[in-house]
């Protein structure tokens, strides 16, 4: 059956967000989301890019909203501890599953299974905050929420980078075809395939992202099928 990609699917849902989830599939998954995400999520420019100049004149403090398995906040962590840099990683999700097996992997990552709200509301506040295939799991009125919650946590002179997968033809044939030679090996007992497949579904194109961002913020494009929301604040003493 072809896939409608016109519109987002906002009425598809995970296997993995499901609470009755088979939890060694689920666990599989999060094993697996590193070798994901180290081929279409590009983490590592971004670092290069936003967080390693950051961290080169002082501690800074990083926040990773709807973490998951913790692999992006481990692999910040690593990446810095390599560099010689003083990165202080949270990885937050709400889902208590997530951290459990997430926290039992360690990596100098603090876990934490609250919502930003939550922060919010105990005035904390970090140098940058991000995600990772985040938005397109949120409602419209989520989404509004995450990105008000994003900006009240962001320090002076920080940045937000939300980042996801951009709805189109090419990205669900790309990643349907990546990935079905795995399918009965490497991704077996997984959601990943599954649920990749529905998360382009899900996923916003630049447009219609653009179209729903409040003042402020702004949404960049790049290969492979990469969306990144970006806001900043300026540094006060500046």
């Not at 094993?31 to 994901?36: N, T, V």
């Not at 950051?54 to 990083?62: C, F, L, Y």
């Not at 997430?102 to 105990?122: F, I, N, P």
């Not at 905050?129 to 949120?138: E, K, M, R």
Request: aromatic content about 6%; charged content about 30%.
């Amino acid at each position: 059956m072809r896939a409608d990609l016109s519109a987002r699917a906002v009425d598809a849902r995970e296997l993995m967000d499901d609470p009755d989830a088979d939890l060694r599939m689920l666990e599989r998954t999060y094993e697996r989301f590193p070798l994901i995400n180290a081929v279409v999520s590009r983490w590592r420019a971004v670092y290069r890019r936003d967080i390693r100049p950051r961290a080169r004149t002082r501690v800074i403090r990083v926040l990773d909203v709807g973490a998951g398995g913790g692999d992006v906040s481990r692999a910040l962590a690593d990446w810095s501890r390599r560099d010689g840099l003083a990165i202080e990683v949270t990885a937050l999700d709400a889902d208590a599953r997530a951290v459990r097996w997430a926290r039992s992997r360690g990596g100098g990552v603090k876990y934490r299974c609250a919502y930003t709200s939550e922060l919010v509301d105990a005035g904390e506040t970090f140098d940058i905050v991000i995600s990772n295939h985040l938005l397109h799991h949120l409602s419209g009125d989520e989404l509004s929420s995450l990105l008000q919650d994003s900006a009240a946590l962001i320090s002076d002179g920080g940045v937000v980078l939300h980042r996801d997968i951009a709805r189109s033809r090419l990205a669900y044939r790309g990643f349907a075809a990546g990935t079905l030679p795995f399918a009965r090996n490497l991704l077996a007992g997984s959601f990943i395939r599954p649920d990749g497949l529905t998360s382009i579904r899900r996923a916003y194109t630049p447009a219609e992202l653009s179209a729903v961002i409040p003042s402020g913020w702004s949404v960049r494009t790049a290969l492979p099928a990469r969306l990144e929301l970006r806001y900043e604040v300026s540094d006060a003493g500046s």
